[in-house]
Each structure stands twice: as structure tokens, then as C-alpha cells.
């Protein structure tokens, strides 16, 4: 029986593939060292992130609705313990699922610390394990930067946000992508902070066409009030005598000194293999280290998925791969052809606290022209459609990306409820469907008429 032992499997890429296995001819052996365990997702992601998010989104709109009266305050302290509350439940579930999966006769749970000896074999506890497979599924853990004077400092991680309920009352940002987008306008809208934010290039979201970057920095800056300093570069940060931070930012060829009261690093993460004993076995951890296939490139038997790939950290693509690879283990442990993994782009930014969320599925008209298509590209402003206007979200735009024949082949958004809709758009999109033949029809919910004005502007061109 082929044994398959799975490192990290408390998370969500780890469960896929244990679930997939475990109805499978095959030995399992789970392990995770997780202190409660659930995944980083559940602990330290996607859910807390939005429990938060959540409270300043609610203060946010309530302040730019002149029909009310009042600014309502957030609770920092309610804001963090109803969020354990509700993360510690969730991580319960997936810790019981788990446990589940481990009182059939073929799985074995091990809540300890794993550590490679060799390519097959596991320190495990006090026991060494050897397997015919390794899984490694250890997620992400936050990246901290290497800029001089960091070590002197004190600076605070998109997880010690997730945590946090007290703050000085201005700091300075380093990292805007998906975490920073999320993450400013709540320390601005729920901790009342005035934020300066290093952007190294011209503008956010270098995944999205220029319009939405623009778009973004007008938002942040004119709704939240936070100063953005474009194509900006950190030299170095120092501690200041007063306990706060010191910063030389150099822009236009020109050296700056900007002071805060915190330094917040939300400069993305990395795969989490510290201390895993890479170093024992024929891996080497560097770009392009796992196969599209989720096989390890210098070891056919070991099996890398999730976060701890590095190739694409999102939720649903890591339980996608989790699948993927669980068939895969099989196929080669059956000397058959290995599948690679391969997804629609499809990307969500809980950006403006969730109430502007920005999404991407599938290209743009850029990424579409260099894969060769000659795509039609129309665009529509969500305050043309009055529904926005009336429900006093009117920012935003949104994306359709159709090839000659009518296939839809792109859809990026940035306005109310697009991480909704992006979901709609990923079907159509997937099943290669003909922007003519969708319906353009009145229905409800109405705010994605939006949709339907892409649909028909984009059929139009087409009949041109």
C-alpha cells in the first residue's frame, strides 16, 4: 500500500489533498503542529481579515451617507474578540474534520512538528516516518523586508493587525498589494490613523489595466485621506527618541525624512519551510521549484501545494491544487501521466474596506494581446447605472474582455459587490461562452445591470 505523508494538513491545501486520499487505496499519515490549528486561512487570513475588515466598512459608509447623522466609533476590543470568537469556531470545524479523517483504519493524525531527515523520511516527535510520498502543505508566514536599520525597530505585520486594538496615531506603510489595500483603509477608518504609504510604482495593482490603479489611489486618497507617495523607494528606518519611527524615502531622485508613531510592514509573505529540513533532501526552494503538476521539480515524490509553493496565494487555488496533487500521487504511484494544474485567473481584493472590492478573472486586453488575441476591450463607469448612485456607492468601473468570436475572455471590476459577480463572470468565462448569447434581460438583484451594459456594448462591437 502506498504510504503518502502530508505536512501541514490542518490547512486548507492539506485537507484537500487528505480528503481526496482517504478513500483511496493508500496509507495516510496527517500532520500538523498547529497550536490551535485550523489553517492559515481560518487563523490568520481570509476570515479574520474580513471580520475586521467588516467593522470599518460600516463606519465608512454611515460616514459618507449624509442621510444619517453621527459617526459611529469601532470598538477595537469588540472588533478583536468577536473575531477570535468566530475564528476559534471555524478552526474547530476544520480541526474536527481532520480528526475525522483520522479514525478510519488507513489515517493517522500526528500533532507534532515534522522535519525532513532525508527526501522520504519524517522526524516526527520522538519517531521517524518514511513515506512513499511527502505532501507539504505549510502555508505562508509574513515577509518582512531587509532594509537597513529593520532590526532597530519594532515594526508591526498584517497578522499583529488582525490582533491589535490599540495604535499610535500615525504611521507609515510599507507594502500596498492585496494585503496593504485591505489592511490601510482600516487602520485608517477604525483606528483613525493618518497613514503614509510607500508605493513603489506608479500606481497599485500591476495585475489590473492603469485605470483601476488610478482609480484606487483616488479612492484612498479622497475617502480615506491617506497620503500615498508614488514610485517611491524605502533607503532605510531608524527609531526615533520618542519612540516612534524614522524613515529616508527616496522619489524623483530626491531623499525625504517622513516620521510616524508605527512602522506597519505589510510586504507580502512567503512559503513557510523554515526549520521543515529542506536542507536534508534534493530540494531547492527557489523560483519555479514546483511543477505545474504540484511535483516537486528536484524530487518526483514530493508534492507541493498551497502557499507553500509560491505560485499563486489564494484560498480556492490552494484547495484546487490540493486536489490536483492527491491525483497526481496516485497517477505516478501508477507509473501514469501526471495532469498539470492549470486556473482561470481569478483574483479578489477586499479593497476599501470591502465596500469597493476589486476583482480580475480571466485577462485583460493586455495579457490577452500578448497570449495573441486581438481582444475587444469596453468599459463602463458604475455611476452610469442609477442603482449605484441610489444605494450611495457610486465609485468604480468595470471590465469586459472579448475576443473577435464573441468569447468572453476577461472581466476585471472595481465597485460595490464586484467580488459577487466576479463569480457569475468566472462561469462564463470557463465555459468559453459567447458574450451574444448571454441574457440581457431585466432581473433582480439589479445592481449587476452593469453586466448587462458590458454584455450588450460588447455584442455591438462585435456586430460591427
Not at 53 to 76: K, M, N
Not at 83 to 99: P, T
Not at 412 to 440: C, F, Y
Amino acid at each position: 500500500m502506498t504510504h503518502v505523508a502530508i505536512v501541514g494538513a490542518y490547512g486548507s491545501a492539506g485537507v484537500a489533498v487528505a480528503r481526496s486520499l482517504a478513500d483511496r487505496d493508500v496509507e495516510l499519515t496527517l500532520i500538523d503542529d498547529g497550536d490551535p490549528g485550523g489553517g492559515l486561512c481560518i487563523l490568520r487570513g481570509c476570515m479574520p481579515s474580513k471580520a475586521v475588515l467588516s467593522a470599518g466598512a460600516h463606519r465608512f459608509q454611515t460616514r459618507h451617507d449624509d442621510r444619517l447623522s453621527g459617526i459611529p466609533e469601532v470598538d477595537l476590543s469588540a472588533v478583536v474578540e468577536r473575531k477570535d470568537e468566530q475564528v476559534l469556531g471555524f478552526a474547530e470545524h476544520r480541526r474536527e474534520a481532520v480528526h475525522d479523517l483520522a479514525e478510519r483504519e488507513n489515517v493517522e493524525f500526528v500533532h507534532d512538528t515534522a522535519r525532513f531527515v532525508d527526501s522520504q523520511t519524517l522526524a516526527v516527535g520522538d519517531r521517524e516516518i518514511e513515506a512513499d510520498y511527502v505532501v507539504i502543505a505549510t502555508g505562508s508566514t509574513v515577509n518582512v523586508p531587509d532594509l537597513p536599520g529593520m532590526d532597530e525597530v519594532d515594526p508591526v505585520t498584517s497578522a499583529e493587525v488582525l490582533d491589535s486594538t490599540e495604535y499610535g496615531e500615525s504611521g507609515i506603510v510599507m507594502g500596498f498589494g492585496y494585503i496593504g489595500l485591505e489592511l490601510v483603509p482600516y487602520l485608517s477608518e477604525a483606528a483613525g490613523m493618518e497613514l503614509t504609504v510607500i508605493e513603489h510604482d506608479e500606481r497599485p495593482i500591476d495585475e489590473a489595466p492603469p485605470e483601476y490603479g488610478d482609480a484606487l489611489l483616488e479612492l484612498y486618497r479622497e475617502e480615506f485621506g491617506i497620503e500615498i507617495l508614488t514610485n517611491a523607494r524605502e533607503r532605510s528606518v531608524e527609531p526615533t527618541a520618542e519612540g516612534g519611527v524614522r524613515m529616508e524615502v527616496e522619489r524623483a531622485g530626491e531623499v525625504e525624512t517622513i516620521e510616524a508613531d508605527q512602522l506597519f510592514t505589510f510586504t507580502g509573505r512567503k512559503p513557510n519551510l523554515d526549520g521543515l529540513g529542506i536542507e536534508n533532501t534534493d530540494l531547492s526552494p527557489e523560483e519555479g521549484w514546483v511543477e505545474a503538476t504540484m511535483q516537486a521539480r528536484d524530487d518526483p515524490r514530493t508534492f507541493v501545494v498551497g502557499d507553500a509553493n509560491g505560485r499563486e496565494p489564494i484560498l480556492h487555488v490552494a484547495k484546487e491544487q490540493g486536489f490536483r496533487a492527491a491525483e497526481n500521487v496516485v497517477a505516478h504511484s501508477e507509473e501514469r501521466d501526471l495532469e498539470p494544474y492549470e486556473n482561470v485567473h481569478h483574483h479578489v481584493i477586499f479593497s476599501g474596506l470591502g465596500v469597493y472590492p476589486f476583482v480580475r478573472v480571466g485577462h485583460t486586453a493586455a495579457s490577452a494581446r500578448e497570449a495573441g488575441y486581438d481582444p475587444i476591450e469596453v468599459t463602463r463607469k458604475a455611476a452610469d447605472d442609477g442603482v449605484f448612485e441610489v444605494k450611495d456607492v457610486p465609485e468604480g468601473l468595470a471590465t469586459l474582455v472579448v475576443a473577435r468570436d464573441g468569447t468572453v475572455i476577461g472581466y476585471q471590476a472595481l465597485h460595490h459587490h464586484a467580488d459577487s459577480m466576479a463569480k457569475t463572470m468566472q462561469i462564463v468565462i470557463e465555459l468559453g461562452l459567447d458574450v451574444r448569447d448571454l441574457p440581457d434581460r431585466a432581473y433582480h438583484p439589479t445592481l449587476p445591470e452593469i453586466l448587462d451594459g458590458l454584455f450588450r456594448e460588447a455584442s455591438a462591437r462585435i456586430d460591427e
